[in-house]
């Protein structure tokens, strides 16, 4: 008995196969890998509401350490984004 399950001994079907798994795989890895630098979500990255930025601001008012404001119509924009600059 092989290694491989009953359809995969034939190499026509391995062949045909193996183009199709190999780029589905990559990204795969590629897509768990990449870094979470904006945080788009609510508790940023992964949700997890951790950042790994070691020079963030304590303290915030309407002038202090405020980047941008933007004023939104309506309610539930309560969940802050971190995208590029802003």
Request: proline share 8%; with cysteine; aromatic share 10%.
């Amino acid at each position: 008995m092989g290694l491989l399950p009953g359809a995969f001994h034939d190499i026509k079907t391995w062949s045909v196969f193996m183009p199709r798994l190999v780029p589905c795989l990559l990204l795969l890895l590629l897509t768990v890998q990449s870094p979470a630098a904006d945080w788009t979500q609510f508790r940023g990255a992964g949700a997890v509401g951790v950042s790994t930025e070691t020079a963030v601001p304590l303290q915030w008012s309407d002038t202090k350490n405020l980047a941008w404001k933007l004023a939104l119509p309506g309610k539930g924009f309560s969940s802050p984004i971190v995208v590029g600059d802003k």
